[in-house]
């Protein structure tokens, strides 16, 4: 595997911290030393790291990252060595443990657990599609979920006369709370159902879904039944991977797919597909993978083993420069710290809703609290298109998004690329707009 680069402006981070940002909760318990004060101009430098245009505010960087530094020249490494000698570069390349243990050990699993996706669709629909359902069973999932994890959840049961059910988890997003979500899907659980599937972060309002609660519920609901009728919680993670500070055991879920090409700022076209290791080979394959174990067999005249996670990523020719710089990322955003990086996207987005929050003409749909959002704030102005609403603020060269839904909002999303300043920027043109 190509090493990473040596070279970094973040190093000074992990020792010194994040301008503006208090640790969290967990790093003070880990260490009772007092840590210096960081210098102010921190998170700039982290900004540096960055080539988006400096013409811009960029409150849309969740949609398809820009790659920072180490990953750009990680990925160029690794393409040059591709040019050089392509079939060298793969027999190099070859085995994916280095990816997989790079992603293993940002979500705090083993390797064998995680599969290798190209996007958080791709993981989804083949999990989906991979779940033994059967005519009779049902699928419950929400209202608020996205196109993918809707049609996924479509294609597989039209496959296999499953039955898909949609609930609310609220009335109100701007009001939603933990409790309430957990218990509509508690009260959802059916003699039928076989799968939840949920999503950790709402894209269409900016909630942040109680997963460890609701994986509780699941668990409840597990007691009794035989192995063949039990359910399992499967999580579209992307919009709080890369934000909270979390491990897949905190979670408590079942399985957890996500792209790495938003907010963990990883190489375009790159995902992960996480399951406990028990449970995958309950999955079947659906698009045929070319690690040692399937191959192998098939070399051999033998039966396919049980499916493992590294079955379940799909085989065939890659942008392998870019699955393979994937531990680049990883690797930026360990080196700030994961409780750093959550502290300051949180203290960002509170700044944003807050100032919203404040405003006559505006309704903030997504939640103040941070418990119950992450780094999406949707809203809407009074009078106004969320579309009109978006074009204003990029005649401003402010850089928003509308949510892809039926019911559609205004939408931003402080990130790492921004500043307290880019914040009030913002909000000082939707104050503008009344």
Not at 58 to 85: Q, Y
Not at 132 to 159: I, K, M, N, Q, W
Not at 395 to 406: F, G, L, Q, W
Request: proline share 7%.
């Amino acid at each position: 595997m190509t090493k990473l680069p040596r070279r970094s402006l973040l190093e000074g981070l992990l020792a010194l911290g994040a301008a503006g940002c208090a640790p969290s909760e967990a790093a003070t318990a880990a260490s009772d030393r007092p840590q210096p004060r960081p210098p102010t101009d921190a998170w700039q430098r982290v900004r540096g790291e960055f080539e988006v245009s400096p013409a811009w505010i960029h409150m849309a960087s969740f949609l398809l990252a820009s790659h920072p530094r180490p990953v750009r020249e990680a990925i160029e490494a690794l393409r040059r060595e591709l040019d050089d000698n392509p079939a060298h570069a793969l027999d190099a390349h070859e085995d994916p443990a280095p990816v997989r243990e790079a992603a293993a050990a940002y979500m705090g699993v083993r390797a064998e657990e995680i599969a290798l996706t190209g996007s958080t669709t791709m993981g989804l629909a083949s999990l989906y599609l991979g779940l033994p359902l059967r005519a009779g069973d049902e699928v419950l999932t929400t209202v608020h979920d996205h196109y993918a994890t809707h049609e996924s959840l479509r294609f597989a049961a039209e496959r296999t006369g499953a039955k898909v059910r949609k609930i609310a988890l609220y009335e109100r997003s701007s009001a939603a709370s933990a409790t309430e979500m957990a218990r509509a899907i508690e009260a959802a659980i059916a003699p039928a159902t076989r799968v939840v599937a949920i999503t950790w972060v709402h894209s269409s309002t900016g909630v942040r879904t109680p997963v460890r609660a609701i994986a509780e519920v699941v668990a409840r609901a597990n007691h009794g039944r035989a192995p063949g009728d039990r359910v399992v919680c499967c999580v579209d993670g992307v919009h709080g991977f890369g934000v909270e500070d979390v491990t897949m055991a905190d979670l408590g879920c079942d399985f957890f797919s996500a792209g790495c090409h938003k907010w963990i700022f990883g190489p375009r076209g790159t995902g992960v597909l996480w399951g406990r290791a028990e449970l995958w080979p309950m999955l079947r394959p659906s698009i045929p993978h070319f690690g040692r174990e399937g191959y192998g067999a098939w070399l051999q005249g033998r039966p396919a083993p049980p499916t493992t996670a590294n079955m379940m990523s799909p085989g065939g020719f890659h942008a392998f420069e870019h699955r393979w710089a994937l531990p680049a990322a990883f690797a930026f955003h360990r080196r700030i710290g994961k409780a750093r990086v959550a502290a300051r996207i949180h203290a960002l987005n509170r700044q944003c809703k807050e100032g919203l929050q404040g405003m006559r003409h505006v309704t903030l749909h997504t939640p103040v609290d941070d418990a119950i959002s992450a780094g999406l704030v949707c809203f809407e102005v009074a009078g106004m298109t969320p579309a009109a609403v978006v074009e204003r603020l990029r005649e401003r060269k402010i850089v928003a998004s509308t949510t892809p839904y039926a019911t559609r909002y205004a939408r931003v999303a402080p990130s790492l690329l921004n500043s307290e300043a880019d914040v009030e920027a913002v909000l000082r043109e939707v104050r503008a707009l009344a």
